[in-house]
């Protein structure tokens, strides 16, 4: 997978790619045909038609009293708090690196990253919700926190594993100790660290859907909520697709960037 | 002057070495820093429970101290209990009392094992199948990567509701759930895995006779167990984080209802045991799936 | 330029001075190293392993001194510990007059595994330490250029060490290490895991670069070989101490005719006796 890889074997793994894809479509829209029953399985037809009658605004989300009522709207508050929490609290866990030099913040964190670190971490959901509202602050806390414990975990792990001589090198060309986690450690653990990264945007998108399941106002979980409540499966279909597909973009973004950043691995 | 400076962080060679500079320094996993770290945690929520019981009317609803919610944590989980395992329930009469909240959590934490753990295997067992399958050539292989990237980017706890509307409010809903997420896991590990596959290995079973069927089971599943065994581990917290948001969602029974229920009334003190019994059996899963995976791969460097 | 310079020695032949010595390139009068009854120790599970004990020695500024001795003796450690990455447990390392407390721009080290950060392309590579030093880019600029070219890694300027040969990788960690412009050289089997051709003619590089530079230049190795090649004197580090310092004064350039040399070949039979005993 390097970029060896000549470009008529990636153009054909794209070309399988979307064939597979597309033959996904299809069995769908073959099963769908056959129960026809829109509230078991609707089509991927029934469920675009959805999507286009309510992205932009939905009688229905109106008369069930959100204060968001298109999809748009929802997505953009789902999306809002998903992308800063999981900035905020990725750039929060490249402490990691400093705790695998400093002892002192390693025995700050390591308890927080100890107890938390393997934790399924929709149990923690619930606490994060009643402290600080079943709301926008509530969910943030959230989905930082995760995505900090995340991050810090692998950036700490990568710098403990980083052979020491790369240090010495810069130390013996008289870089200080500050310097040479900026410009030797920081850029020797980016590869596991941006996948960590990308790690905790996936989970993201999941864990704060789940916050907003758990009790929100706005929110793309909060537009499943309502309508799995009425039994509106093309409804819950449709976005939850759309913002899989926020999600993928977002992950292609990051994965790029990653991938610049790791050129010369 | 020259006194010999013995760097004190120096328990093991490879982290610094006695007498360094400090460029070799690594920082060490120190148990006991972290048990005062947990200590003084606990009594930051002490001490912030404190605070809020001065503003609040019912701070047991918010943030209870620990002494309330280790008395009353435990003994208001048997408002959950139905007398499965004998004894008077609250629900039928009875008391709230230690042994009927721990009667509660025996008969929820059970279904909830029970239902992973069917879930698990499955999902396993399926993905890993369906992912050797569709390893039998590139262009398949492809195709599957392509629908795999796709579901993957889905918000699989999202997906909750869906399976409630599907599979109805009962546990094979839940395990069902719990199946498509390690399935999914597994199935990509396993197109991963293949892929990375030295070909050589393959090409000299071919070259010693062996038939496709025999190849896929004798020299290509040993080939890629080791990949396996960590991705089974990536799928045991996901597996419990599914388990429990497929529970909140309207199935009757299982530790995600109880919690449920629980946040339904802030009832953190309830919230608390649950989630504490919670990550026990995550840890316990974790380390369970360690060892067998260590033990079927023991013969990998 | 360089061809010229090494003539110059080789006209010096037998003579030990003259190799380029501190007055000539300008240094002050203390010698580069001065080691008094040092002591160096490691730990090792729970046992501590004290490869050097007590080792008196002293390395005059712009020589030469190749350390030569069994694995597991120490040579690597001695080191280590003049680069300031490992601090005594018992007496006092000096360079240049001053009390070694840790590493410095002044000692520069070119490892035996790569060491140079994988991330950054050759040229960056080779101004890696003065640009990390905040020395402005006027200074450095012209002398990073010359020594690309000098490596002979002129066109290979934008290329990730990846990309690279081990050979090639050897080149930019010699070039940023001379970049740096550091008093001393310590350099730790630094060849070792090359093959033959390209192990000659690195040391022919770094032998080109030290005569243009002056730079007094402590180099280990487990093969005499090598050390006949390089050094202009010759320490052997065994069982704790030094078992053996020998001046070397054949004529340089030292090729293939250095085996033909009786004088070679009784040192080369010497140094075997020592390290192969016991």
Redesign the interface.
Known sequence: MTAAVPARARWSAWFWRAVGVAVLLTVWQLIALAVYNLAVLPAPIDVVENLVRNFGGSAGLAYLGLSETSYLGNLRYTAGIVLTAWLVGSALGLSGVVAARLQWVRDLTDPVLYVFGVVPVVVAAPFALIWFGFGPVGQWILVAFFSYVTVAVASLAAALRLAPRYEEYAATLGVAMAARLRTVVLPAVAPATSSAVRVALGAAWSLQVVAELFGSETGVGRVIAVRAKTGDVPSVMAVIIVLGLVALVCDLAVARLAKRSGAWQ | MAAPVLDRRARRPDRAAPGSFGTRSRTLFRPRRVAVGVVVLALLWEAVSLLVTRGVEHPEFVMPDLVHVARYGLPGLADYYTGWLGGTPPSAGGERTWPMGLAALVEHGAISVGRILVGFVLGLAAGVLLGLLMSASRAVRNAGFGIATLLRTLPVLALGPLFTLWFGATSAMSVSFVAFAVGLVMLVATMTAVANLDLDVVRYSRSLGLGAFAVQRRVVLPAILPELGGAALVAVPLAWSVLLASEIYGIQEGLGWMMGKAVQFTLVDRITVIAVVFVLLTFVMLRAVQAISARITRWAE | MAVKSMAVKSAGAVDLAAAPRAEATGHTAAPAFRLRDL???????TQ?VRPIDGVDLEVPQGEFTCILGPSGHGKSTLLRCL???????????EAAGE?V?????????V?Q?D??????RVEDNVA??PR??GVPPREYRERVDRLITEVGLDDRRRA???QLSGGMRKRVAIA??FA?DPDVL?MDEPFSALDFFTRSRLQNLLLQLWAETGKTICFVTHDIDEALVLADRIVVVKDGGIAMDVPVAFPRPRGEELRALPEAQDLRRELLDILGEG
């Open positions: 002591v160096l120790e490691y730990r090792e599970g501590v680069a300031g990455l490992i601090a005594p447990a018992g007496g006092t390392v009390q407390s840790g590493p410095g721009a002044d000692r520069g080290m490892f595994q060491a140079i950060p994988m991330w950054l890696f330490g990390m030093r990730w060490p990846r940023a290490v740096n310590l």
